[in-house]
């Protein structure tokens, strides 16, 4: 499950990376100036995803101490 949400929040903080500067390259421009709302979301909605990594990567240890305890 760390490595799903590893590759999901990795895969979001490219598109929200595109969102806010563009690629000049492959003419994508930044669409954050015309859509406040959605950067604001998709900024919102990248912070919950490091926090599930976060706190799965505690769950982890967590679990390897009840383990080693045992």
Same mark, same amino acid.
């Given at each position: 499950? !760390?490595?799903?949400?590893?590759?999901?929040?990795? +895969?979001?903080? +490219?598109?929200?990376? @595109?969102?806010?500067?563009?690629?000049?390259?492959?003419?994508?421009?930044?669409?954050?100036?015309? @859509?406040?709302?959605?950067?604001?979301?998709?900024?919102?909605?990248?912070?919950?995803?490091?926090?599930?990594?976060? !706190? @799965?990567?505690? !769950?982890? !240890?967590?679990?390897?101490?009840?383990?080693?305890?045992?």
């Amino acid at each position: 499950m !760390l490595a799903l949400v590893t590759a999901a929040s990795s +895969a979001a903080t +490219a598109i929200v990376y @595109l969102a806010h500067k563009g690629n000049v390259r492959a003419n994508w421009l930044a669409i954050c100036q015309q @859509l406040d709302s959605f950067c604001e979301r998709t900024s919102g909605s990248l912070v919950g995803s490091f926090g599930a990594m976060v !706190l @799965l990567i505690l !769950l982890i !240890l967590l679990s390897a101490m009840a383990l080693a305890r045992r």
